[in-house]
């Protein structure tokens, strides 16, 4: 069992940087893909960005590339999202997700299966 509690969100210009971070409960918080999702105000819930249980492999949402940045510290088991260059359109709901053991890296995380999830944060980007 994972227990998933995101912190570091709040409200940010645009242009402006945020971190996120999703503390893990769990012995074998190592050995888990871990990933963040969005929801904004009447849309589904959006991948964002997954890495690996090594850290060495990520994945990245188009809309997300080149300004966010996903990190991980197993030691800490802590997983990051770093946001720069936040864009009104960045304001969401945003949720750490952790993959079962065992389960495969795959070159599309965002249709995997997440099985465990945080209660969000709330990012709100003022234009």
């Known amino acids: 069992q994972v227990q998933l509690v995101e912190s570091g969100g709040g ?3 645009a242009g402006g940087s945020l971190r996120l971070s ?3 409960s769990g012995r074998t918080f190592s050995r888990y893909h871990m990933g963040w999702f ?6 589904e819930r959006e991948f964002v960005a997954a890495i690996s ?3 060495g492999s990520s994945s990245y949402a188009d ?6 940045t996903i990190s991980r510290d197993n030691a800490k088991n802590t997983v990051y999202l770093q946001m720069n260059s936040l864009k009104s359109e960045d304001t969401a709901i945003y949720y750490c997700t952790a993959t079962s053991y065992g389960t495969n890296w795959s070159r599309d995380m965002s249709r995997i299966k997440y099985d465990y ?5 709330q ?3 003022s234009s």
Request: hydrophobic share 40%.
């Open 11 to 13: 409200l940010v210009q």
């Open 123 to 125: 990012v709100t980007v």
């Open 38 to 43: 969005r929801q904004a105000p009447g849309k």
């Open 53 to 55: 249980w090594t850290g």
């Open 63 to 68: 809309s997300v590339k080149g300004r966010f």
């Open 117 to 121: 999830w945080g209660q969000g944060t």
């Open 22 to 24: 999703c503390a893990a």
